[in-house]
């Protein structure tokens, strides 16, 4: 080894090696020789091995001569972007064969800092962060494993979503983030491609051992884990991942006899999850990828203690955060979490879908049934499959048979009282046609995929304006047009103010009673003022 080279990495006591004080311990050359980083250690930012070393240039913690010469190439790649990607670097597996340059790492993909700048902004993404990769145009960009690249492939993901561009990329280079980005643009699978792609390449590497789990994601409702976890096994088939579901609802026993036996993936609910690590003996030490799908949920009063408690048991892991509603506040809390954090924000952060035709009825409450059971019933109006939110569970189960007993149309209703077993059932028949319309609560409000839905019917306005875009969102998933009708009346008026900003924002007409009402200005909302003339 040259000289220099040894002279410019420094172990983190200062000498060349901590394992002994003599220089008989040689340098790592390669990233392969060192070991994985144990709890509370540094580890290294290309491959997440120990971190035994910093590097002299950028003072970042690195596992090798190898990792130190890659990171380095890094920087000078974002310095100067037209540099030729590293070459290739074939590694032999057992029944899987996959391609990494360097460590996973992705390439610049041949593109200009101009052509990243103009291809960013024509795809409105919109950065914060130091050394931000490339946006990537396709999968193979990214050097995933083979067999990743066929699942994206069979699942009909030809070409990435704009959120996948970015936050793929990103998130490879073992990056922190929080992505901001419109209901169903593609989120669940930016976060799992790069978890799956890292957990099996643990994996490969290490065909023997215990296999505790290697990422965890979580999500606030049942019905999002389930989801998410169907997703997660669908791309990650054939490949050495398996997944646990960790929620309410299902038996205890066996999510832990699941992990025993090992998986790389838990998808959970902070609750049970927390359940589950009080009680039993579960190894989270080897957790590396913390997913928290949608974050300003996860972050509020109710979840936030639970998600802090989880961050904190993990030995600090990377942390991939998602919303389509990412405040100012959720911000702050996301980088006092994640150092060195990427902020990714697709389109006009915080709006309804663009997708999405509203139509807003000013309507009474006494009158909402009879509205209601008008749309259901109009040949012009309604457009099954249906979802309705509506504000309590009684109210989901009143309705529901309201609907069926005025309309004849066969409605169920969905939420957290309801068994697990029951609300996979009505998924199932929803999903299946088997019925065409479900009066839900916040239970499937957010993120859930209800992929043939063509209409979402507000009934009871949610209390915040949030929860109201994640609802309105369902209508629409990867552009395709849907509708959703707000019943709106005077008890709503704490939301009147951002509900017309909303509603303007994306082109949607206001009913008049909503337009003049006394509470919007009551609630800071004011016509502009006539600008008066000084002087004359
Ligand atoms: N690259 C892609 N090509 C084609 N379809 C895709 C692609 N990425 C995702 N999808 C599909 O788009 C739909 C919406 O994706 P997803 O559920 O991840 O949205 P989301 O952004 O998480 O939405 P939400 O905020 O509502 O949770 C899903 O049916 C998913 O399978």
Redesign the pocket.
């Known amino acids: 080894m040259e000289d220099n080279q040894i002279a410019s990495l420094m172990d983190h006591n200062g000498t060349l090696d901590p394992a002994c004080d003599t220089q008989e311990c040689p340098v790592k050359q390669r990233c392969q020789e060192q070991r994985e980083a144990l709890p509370r250690e540094p580890h290294c930012v290309i491959c997440g091995r120990y971190g035994e070393y910093i590097c002299d240039q950028t003072d970042e913690d690195i596992c090798s001569i190898e990792c130190k010469t890659i990171l380095l190439a890094r920087h000078e790649k974002t310095k100067n972007p037209r540099l030729n990607p590293a070459p290739l670097v074939k590694i032999p597996t057992n029944d899987e064969c996959f391609y990494v340059k360097g460590n996973n790492k992705t390439d610049l993909g041949g593109l200009t800092s101009i052509q990243i700048e103009s291809l960013r902004s024509k795809i409105e993404l919109c950065i914060k962060g130091t050394s931000v990769p490339a946006p990537v145009l396709s999968f193979s960009s990214c050097y995933l494993p083979e067999k990743l690249e066929k699942n994206l492939e069979s699942?009909?993901?030809?070409?990435?979503?704009p959120v996948?561009m970015q936050a793929i990329p990103a998130a490879l280079e073992r990056r922190n983030l929080l992505v901001s980005?419109d209901?169903?643009?593609?989120?669940?699978?930016s976060f799992l491609v790069p978890v799956i792609s890292y957990c099996s390449s643990i994996r490969l590497r290490h065909v023997t051992g215990q296999k505790n789990p290697l990422a965890v994601v979580l999500s606030p409702t049942r019905e999002l884990c389930i989801q998410v976890e169907e997703q997660a096994k669908l791309l990650g088939k054939g490949l050495p991942f398996k997944t646990a579901l960790v929620v309410g609802g299902d038996p205890l026993a066996g999510q832990i006899y699941r992990i025993q036996n090992g998986v790389e993936l838990i998808v959970a609910t902070p609750g049970r999850l927390i359940d589950l690590l009080t009680k039993h003996d579960i190894e989270l030490s080897e957790v590396s990828i913390l997913v928290v799908d949608e974050v300003d949920c996860m972050l509020q009063n109710g979840f936030r203690d639970q998600v802090m408690r989880i961050f904190q048991a993990l030995s600090q892991p990377q942390a991939l955060m998602f919303s389509?509603t990412v405040s100012k506040e959720v911000e702050r809390m996301a980088s006092s979490m994640a150092d060195d954090l990427i902020f990714i924000s697709v389109g006009k952060p915080n709006r309804p879908s663009n997708s999405v035709k509203h139509i807003v009825i000013w309507v009474e409450s006494k009158k909402k049934k009879q509205k209601l059971f008008e749309i259901l019933m109009s040949k012009q109006h309604y457009n099954p499959p249906v979802v309705v939110f509506v504000g309590s569970r009684l109210g989901a189960d009143v309705l529901s048979e309201a609907i069926f007993t005025a309309t004849g149309i066969k409605a169920l209703s969905i939420h957290g009282e309801k068994t697990m077993k029951d609300r996979r059932e009505i998924l199932r028949q929803f999903l299946t046609g088997e019925i065409s319309i479900i009066v839900s609560t916040g239970v499937l409000g957010?993120?859930i995929?209800l992929?043939k839905v063509q209409q979402v019917i507000i009934f009871d306005m949610p209390n915040s304006m949030e929860e109201f875009i994640?609802q309105v969102?369902r209508a629409s998933?990867?552009g395709e047009e849907g509708t959703a009708i707000t019943f709106v009346n005077d008890e709503d008026k704490k939301l009147f103010r951002e509900l017309v900003q909303n509603l303007k924002s994306v082109g949607a007409a206001i009913p008049k009673e909503l337009a003049n009402s006394k509470y919007l200005s009551a609630y800071g909302f004011s016509q502009p003022r006539k600008r008066r003339k000084y002087g004359s």
Not at 155 to 161: C, E, L, Q, R, S
Not at 183 to 189: E, L, P, Q, R
């Open positions: 699942a009909g993901y030809v070409i990435p979503t996948q980005a209901t169903g643009s593609g989120k669940t699978a389509a957010r993120g995929d992929l994640h969102g998933r990867m």
